[in-house]
């Protein structure tokens, strides 16, 4: 009854609004996207919209293209390492620019970073 009630959830629109948040956190273009996976843009458009279904190949392309897992495309669970690999690209998105800092500035910035993070923690100036 569970599974059943899960798949009657399944709403097109939903899976439509996973894949636009998803080809707009990447930066790709519903075109650009169009081209990566040898379908139209107007095809694109009208998925993220929920104006049409998808074929089990064209739901492995969207997987495969924007780094997805079929769980978290259709009812929006995420079960694999992807979220792994996003905080890994978060981490490397922080990093990188500081790699080119002269030995001042990373001293300054690491003192900036260890009081930014009391703060997110909650602890303030006191901790």
């Known amino acids: 009854m569970d599974e059943e009630k899960q798949l009657k959830?399944?709403?097109p629109k939903q899976i439509g609004e996973r894949i636009s948040s998803r080809r707009k956190l990447l930066g790709i273009t519903r075109t650009n996207l169009a081209e990566q996976m040898k379908v139209t843009s107007k095809f694109i458009s009208d998925i993220e919209n929920g104006?049409?279904?998808m074929s089990?190949?064209?739901l492995y392309k969207f997987m495969q293209t924007l780094e997805m897992s079929s769980d978290f495309i259709l009812v929006?669970?995420?079960y694999d390492n992807k979220e792994t690999e996003n905080l890994k690209r978060i981490r490397e998105n922080i990093l990188t620019p500081l790699s080119s800092l002269e030995d001042k500035q990373l001293k300054f910035m690491e003192e900036v970073t260890k009081q930014?993070?009391?703060v997110?923690?909650?602890k303030?100036?006191?901790g």
């Open 9 to 11: 959830s399944l709403s």
């Open 51 to 53: 104006d049409k279904g």
């Open 56 to 58: 089990l190949q064209t």
């Open 76 to 78: 929006g669970n995420c």
């Open 116 to 118: 930014y993070v009391q």
């Open 120 to 122: 997110l923690r909650g």
């Open 124 to 126: 303030g100036n006191d």
